[in-house]
């Protein structure tokens, strides 16, 4: 079965560096979304992504954050300045039309020290 | 703004024990809902698609129905066994133009052997 796959599993990352966090969606998909889990809290959207622009994004997704899709394969999430309260885990979520389920990736574990 | 519930937070069954987990939403003008299965510090992984114009879907031993003038769907399962151990999250997508999900805040199950 066709696989969302994110990279790295886990980031340890001071204060005010900048992460840039990779995923590759499934082929033939094209809609592309980031959402976050901060530990014991709920999952909460980010940012969607299709034609090579943001189509929606949430109030947390701030001016540090950003995303591309630099080679037409890769999805990326650059956080610019890293702080504390970015701790989470962050998934990478791809779907194939309108009405399609989402897929999502094992997600990345970012830990700001 | 869309608010998802889940009930109950957390229950423990013993195995063999047929189940049912609650979800409601505030917005009825849903475009689909789905379910989700977590394992702790791992991803996503879908269970169950149902668009706003179904009222129920069926996978195995699973059966989601879905009530949207009422604003709730339940996750059924039949049988549970100790693999279905895990926290169950139920996510709403708001309307077309939007494709953000909302999460609940799930319902952690433990199925005894």
């Known amino acids: 079965e066709p696989e969302v796959t994110q990279t790295p599993s886990h980031q340890v990352t001071q204060m005010g560096q900048e992460v840039i966090l990779r995923c590759v969606p499934i082929s033939n998909h094209l809609y592309f979304y980031w959402y976050r889990q901060i530990l014991g809290q709920k999952v909460e959207f980010l940012v969607s992504?299709?034609?090579?622009?943001?189509?929606?994004k949430s109030e947390i997704f701030d001016d540090q954050f950003s995303v591309e899709r630099p080679d037409g394969s890769n999805f990326t999430l650059k956080i610019r300045s890293t702080k504390l309260e970015d701790s989470a885990m962050y998934f990478c979520?791809?779907?194939?039309?309108?009405?399609?389920?989402?897929?999502f990736g094992s997600g990345t574990r970012l830990t700001v020290v | 703004k869309q608010e998802v519930t889940q009930i109950p937070a957390a229950l423990s069954v013993p195995e063999g024990e047929n189940l049912v987990l609650n979800c409601s939403f505030t917005?009825?003008?849903?475009?689909?809902l789905q379910w989700f299965r977590q394992d702790p510090g791992k991803g996503l992984t879908s269970l169950l698609l149902?668009?706003?114009?179904?009222r129920e879907q069926t996978s195995g031993r699973l059966n989601a129905s879905l009530d949207k003038s009422s604003g709730r769907s339940t996750l059924y399962i039949a049988a549970s066994q100790p693999g279905d151990s895990a926290t169950y999250l139920c996510a709403v997508r708001v309307g077309t133009g939007r494709r953000a999900l909302t999460f609940g805040s799930g319902t952690r199950l433990q199925v005894q052997p």
């Open positions: 979520a791809t779907q194939g039309g309108q009405n399609y389920g989402y897929t």
């Open positions: 992504f299709y034609n090579n622009e943001i189509s929606e």
């Open positions: 917005d009825s003008a849903i475009y689909n």
């Open positions: 149902i668009q706003s114009s179904q």
